[in-house]
């Protein structure tokens, strides 16, 4: 596929953003801590969506269009996530292959209650978006961590720790790539031993991807489900555009599933547990997909920018946090241990106005660590850098 340019008008749209203006917002990003606390926690970003989507909704509301409409599933949307996953990742998907969940969170909870018994064993590899710890504790599996290591350039996989803890009653491999927190883009070659690897066990691997087209040049995103006929089989893909399109307030996601194996325990399910997307989420994924590449290329050169901005701030004004940049997702995992702040999180939202997400909620890996979204403009992001440098120039043994 062509890449198209990013487009300057919606760039300026970034660098308007008003702080005033999203605190008078619903989103809740904005809205927990009240006026004062910037916020940079919760994966949404602040930028407007795509002005097609814009559109696309505006006209549905002046038609009053809100009778039920072709769900589950309609037609078009289902082609144009075919093409979209051609086009972009070179990916075949069996249309019929395709279960429209309503999100991506109810994927992960289903991948495990329909692939494993309760107290059998699922792998998940922390420091790891919450959701995924609660998939396995609150359906009562029996959770086998494998944590990611932190090299000198990025996180890596234990392939070590994999085999010797996997038991002969271990069912699901949950895979997060892109990887949130870390922002690890997985390579071919990582992928392909999490492929033997499930294969030697006879797993299923529920592969969530719905950070995959928020990746950074040189880091290409390989669906899981691609490498080869006999890891399809095995494979439950979750994917969604709501991530990369930012419209977590519209859901619509989907199970692309790789075999009868993977696809039946959901056909079986009673036709009605799934629920379904309305018509303004259908619409907004669709035109996400079909007319939203020159809003997300724009997105990704904005977010390449800020990327570079945190880590040069990073380097030059907190100089004992290590931080290894994303090769996707705009979250920043900041490993503030040497710091000796007490609860990092804690200390910037009360010492800096700054209001993060705690490491310790994705797993014990994540002690110490703070994760900061850099999906903002320019002005509000460099503010709250530097109220976070200021934190810590200021630090005293009791405000921590
Ligand atoms: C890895 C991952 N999966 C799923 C989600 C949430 O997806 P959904 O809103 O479709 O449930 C997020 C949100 O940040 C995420 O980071």
């Keep these: 596929m062509t890449q198209p340019t990013p487009c300057p008008e919606i760039r300026a749209s970034f660098d308007a953003l008003s702080a005033e203006e999203l605190f008078t917002s619903s989103r809740i990003k904005?809205?927990?801590?009240?006026?004062?606390v910037l916020p940079a926690w919760v994966a949404d970003m602040d930028f407007p969506v795509a002005p097609e989507i814009t559109r696309t909704l505006r006209e549905l509301v002046e038609r009053n269009d809100f009778g039920y409409h072709a769900v589950p599933l309609s037609p078009q949307l289902r082609e144009?996530?075919?093409?979209?996953?051609?086009?972009?990742?070179?990916?075949?998907?069996e249309p019929l292959r395709i279960v429209p969940l309503v999100n991506v969170v109810q994927g992960l909870d289903l991948g495990v209650l329909l692939h494993s018994e309760p107290g059998e064993g699922v792998i998940i590899q922390t420091p790891i978006y919450p959701p995924f710890l609660e998939a396995v504790a609150g359906s009562g599996r029996r959770l086998v961590e494998n944590a990611l290591v932190r090299g000198d350039t990025r996180f890596e996989i234990d392939f070590d720790r994999l085999q010797r803890d996997v038991t002969p009653d271990t069912r699901v491999f949950m895979l997060c790539n892109p990887h949130n927190p870390t922002g690890r883009v997985f390579e071919r070659d990582e992928l392909m031993r999490i492929a033997e690897f499930a294969e030697e066990h006879d797993l299923v691997v529920v592969s969530d991807e719905i950070h995959a087209d928020l990746r950074y040049p040189g880091h290409p995103h390989i669906p899981f489900a691609t490498l080869g006929p006999e890891v399809a089989a095995r494979t439950i893909t979750l994917v969604s555009a709501t991530k990369a399109f930012n419209l977590a307030g519209l859901p619509c996601a989907f199970a692309i599933c790789g075999s009868d194996r993977t696809q039946k325990p959901f056909s079986e399910l009673p036709p009605h547990v799934l629920g379904h997307c309305g018509i303004l989420?259908?619409?907004?994924?669709?035109?996400?997909w079909t007319e939203g590449e020159t809003?997300?290329?724009?997105v990704l050169d904005y977010l390449l920018e800020n990327r570079r901005v945190v880590g040069e701030f990073v380097a030059k004004h907190l100089p004992d946090v290590v931080y290894h940049p994303p090769e996707a997702t705009y979250l920043a995992w900041l490993d503030c241990r040497a710091l000796d702040l007490g609860d990092p999180t804690r200390f910037f939202r009360k010492q800096a106005k700054v209001a993060l997400t705690n490491g310790r909620d994705y797993g014990s890996p994540g002690e110490g660590f703070t994760r900061l979204n850099f999906a903002t403009s320019k002005a509000i992001l460099q503010e709250i850098l530097e109220r976070m440098a200021k934190a810590v120039e200021n630090r005293t043994d009791t405000n921590r």
């Design 30 to 36: 904005w809205r927990l801590f009240g006026e004062g």
């Design 281 to 288: 989420d259908d619409a907004a994924t669709y035109t996400a």
């Design 295 to 298: 809003w997300l290329a724009t």
């Design 80 to 93: 144009a996530l075919v093409s979209r996953m051609d086009n972009v990742y070179g990916w075949k998907v």
